[in-house]
């Protein structure tokens, strides 16, 4: 063991494989602030456990039927096991959390409209990830360019793991290399 490097991501993984379910900490009193929150991935989850814990009252919006994001789409499950990733999601929900999976934000028919967000919430916390087809909603700054192809192949597959490729694209869910820009 001396002069051997430490297996950090092993430790980490111990960790969280033995560490149990942790409850989350009591909510502060309520605000009476509704916050929506575009997108059920790592980001929009933080922000709505952090924000629900403050005493705001969040609604998470996710296009999708499962909440979780790259973690469960991206990630394949001998990395990221499904069952602690869904422990943590029911975790950040026992907070108040309110769900609204399958459903979009956007302009198209049967979609849920900005316009609408805007007069019904306090606030509007944007996480959906990086895609190519974004399309602006009177935001100021820019918004990052990438590919959904890994969401499509994630959706298509029971396998643990995937690659897609295209020119000088290629994602695999184990190891992911990005043009960012």
């Known amino acids: 063991m001396i002069d051997d490097a430490v297996n950090i991501r092993g430790i980490k993984r111990a960790a969280v494989d033995n560490a149990g379910i942790v409850p989350p900490p009591p909510c502060a009193p309520s605000t009476g602030k509704r916050i929506a929150i575009i997108g059920g991935g790592p ?39 499904r069952e602690r990733l869904q422990e ?11 769900v609204k999976t399958d459903t979009a934000v956007g302009s198209e028919p049967g979609q849920v409209s900005m316009d609408l ?15 190519t ?21 994630s959706e298509r597959s029971d396998a643990d793991g995937c690659l897609i490729s295209q020119e000088r694209e290629s994602v695999s869910s184990a190891a992911a290399t990005w043009p960012w820009t």
């Open 117 to 131: 967000l805007r007069r019904e919430y306090d606030a509007v916390y944007i996480s959906i990830g990086a895609h």
């Open 88 to 98: 943590d999601v029911d975790a950040i929900l026992k907070t108040g959390v309110e």
């Open 43 to 81: 980001s929009g989850l933080s922000a709505a456990y952090y924000l629900q814990l403050m005493g705001h009252q969040t609604t998470v919006f996710e296009k999708r039927s499962k909440l979780g994001g790259m973690l469960l789409y991206g990630i394949p499950s001998y990395r990221l096991p």
């Open 133 to 153: 087809q974004i399309r602006r909603w009177e935001l100021r700054g820019r918004m990052p360019r990438a590919s959904s192809r890994l969401w499509k192949c």
